[in-house]
């Protein structure tokens, strides 16, 4: 779900929102890492009003660490990395390690679970352990350049060469599952197994699809321009929520320009639901700035997202992370470090929240993006 992951300017860090052989070193283990462990520190990660949020653990110490999904069973996590000290290669790789900070059955914290070449993005756990992520490394090996600016706009880039990877298992081989001509990335999974959603130019501009296990067919779910993206299903697997531009027709050229490039300009989304067949359509914030990285509330009722829409008046430098009723559209402020937050996810079970953030004990400024759990408290 593609994103970049350093401060610039008012916009949001990127963490891309994310051969033809199998290379010979694939499931790579990481050794221990020696830093803190995961420790509650008595809410010394906590701020002022995070009333929803206690016994706040970091789990990764460095670099940039983002789109940290849950397993199904809620005791692992996946997540993409640049962190140099579990991974050497530049670009963003995926790895998996337990949600409680506990080393793997590998005896090793962290474990690489992509091919450590190309530029990778968006995991997810299938809920039969199953794990599909996006990465260009087919097309590639080395890691590919991400433009920040064009023609003074800061820009994502869109990777024609992303396809969505399958692995049966962490220490499986990656299997290609969809592919062909275009950008097909961001793919998340329904909870019932039955369904991925995923972006894709393959319509010619940036839309959700839907993909049928059993079946293999795919459905188009978006039609209107601007670009649908980092969608995700209710618990209940009955509704879609994701973040989306809507260019005016003065925006639209522009838009289409940047598109013909292999860039977007994500300075302006909104959250949209739908049925998962992609009928019903609302638009459930209107807010400035980018407002993205949606996930529904076990209650599948109010939908957390981040937000810089609350600090536009200072630049639109800070992040935090909101929740939402889309029916009263009453808004409240869930995260408060001042920094950034995003990517919020529950557990399963409803009790856990993960989310990424550059917040430190020692409240000092920082670029790092690390990931953390909470306990949720509604």
């Known amino acids: ?27 790579k283990p990481i050794e221990t890492i020696e830093k803190p462990k995961v420790i509650a520190q008595i809410d010394s990660l906590k701020f002022e009003t995070e009333a929803h949020l206690k016994n ?24 993409q990395s640049d962190w140099s000290e579990i991974n050497s290669q530049g670009c963003d790789q995926i790895f998996i390690m337990n949600a409680d900070g506990s080393p793997l059955s590998s005896e090793s914290q962290y474990q690489e679970i992509s091919t450590g070449k190309g530029r990778t993005t968006c995991s997810y756990f299938h809920p039969n352990g199953k794990i599909v992520y996006s990465s260009t490394h087919a097309a590639d090996a080395n890691c590919p350049t991400a433009p920040v600016f064009e023609g003074g706009r800061y820009v994502w880039a869109i990777y024609n060469s992303f396809d969505i990877y399958i692995k049966d298992n962490p220490t499986a081989e990656s299997e290609l599952l969809i592919g062909g001509e275009g950008y097909d990335a961001e793919p998340t999974i329904s909870p019932d197994g039955k369904y991925m959603i995923f972006t894709s130019t393959r319509s010619g501009d940036l839309d959700l699809w839907r993909y049928e296990f059993e079946t293999k067919e795919i459905k188009q779910i978006t039609f209107l321009p601007g670009y649908d993206g980092g969608a995700f299903f209710s618990h209940d697997s009955k509704k879609l929520v994701w973040r989306a531009s809507r260019p005016n027709e003065e925006e639209l050229p522009v838009y289409k320009d940047l598109l ?31 407002n993205w990285a949606p996930f529904f509330h076990p209650d599948n009722k109010r939908i957390l997202f981040s937000s810089n829409h609350h600090t536009m008046d200072k630049g639109g430098r800070v992040f935090d992370i909101f929740m939402i009723d889309p029916n009263t559209k009453k808004l409240e402020q869930i995260t408060n470090s001042g920094t950034f937050d995003a990517f919020p996810m529950f557990s399963h079970d409803g009790k856990y929240l993960v989310f990424a953030s550059n917040r430190r004990v020692d409240r000092k400024p920082s670029r790092d993006t690390n990931v953390f759990i909470a306990e949720w408290v509604d």
């Open 56 to 79: 706040i653990r970091q789990l990764t110490f460095g670099g940039n660490n983002a789109e940290a999904y849950w397993s199904f069973d809620n005791k692992q996590i996946i997540f």
């Open 260 to 290: 013909s490039k292999g860039l977007v300009e994500p300075k302006a989304m909104n959250l949209y639901t739908s049925d998962i067949d992609g009928n019903n359509v609302e638009q459930i914030t209107e807010l400035p700035g980018a």
């Open 1 to 27: 779900m593609l994103l970049k992951k350093r401060y610039l300017l008012a916009i949001i860090p990127f963490f891309s929102f994310c051969s033809t052989e199998k290379p010979a070193i694939t499931e």
